[in-house]
């Protein structure tokens, strides 16, 4: 069964940090591109991702503009499980973060992927 548990969520104030997991098990996560992509309240799920690590050996990582310098992305395929490390959260980062697996080596659009978590709630409170 393919599965991806998102955790690592909560409840911060700006200016601070979260570290949020996504432990993947089920499929070949090593040969997956890993994104993270967000879903505001009330709101449908963003088509392009915030962040996205490639499954190449060279971990190939994409940020979008609003998180770029503040989010980073990194893989540890021997626990099949990419991390995103938030730091400088703002309040306008509240949402639930979604990780996904894509077959492609990195892809930003949330078409593009296959599997699917459940989501982890962050709130930033200002």
């Known amino acids: 069964e393919v599965q991806l548990v998102e955790s690592g969520g909560g409840l911060v104030q700006a200016g601070g940090s979260l570290r949020l997991s996504c432990a993947a098990s089920?499929?070949?996560?090593?040969?997956?591109?890993i994104g993270w992509f967000r879903q505001a309240p009330g709101k449908e799920r963003e088509r392009e991702a915030v962040?996205?690590?490639?499954?190449?050996?060279?971990?190939?990582?994409y940020y979008a503009r609003s998180v770029k310098g503040r989010f980073t992305i990194s893989r540890d395929n021997a626990k099949s499980t990419v991390y995103l490390q938030m730091n400088s959260l703002k309040p306008e980062d509240t949402d639930v973060y979604y990780c996904?697996?894509?077959?492609?080596?990195?892809?930003?659009?949330?078409?593009?992927?296959?599997?699917w978590g459940q989501g982890t709630q962050v709130a930033v409170s200002s």
């Open positions: 996904a697996a894509s077959t492609f080596t990195v892809a930003t659009l949330g078409g593009l992927y296959n599997y």
């Open positions: 089920g499929f070949s996560f090593e040969a997956h591109a």
């Open positions: 962040s996205v690590i490639s499954s190449s050996d060279d971990a190939n990582t």
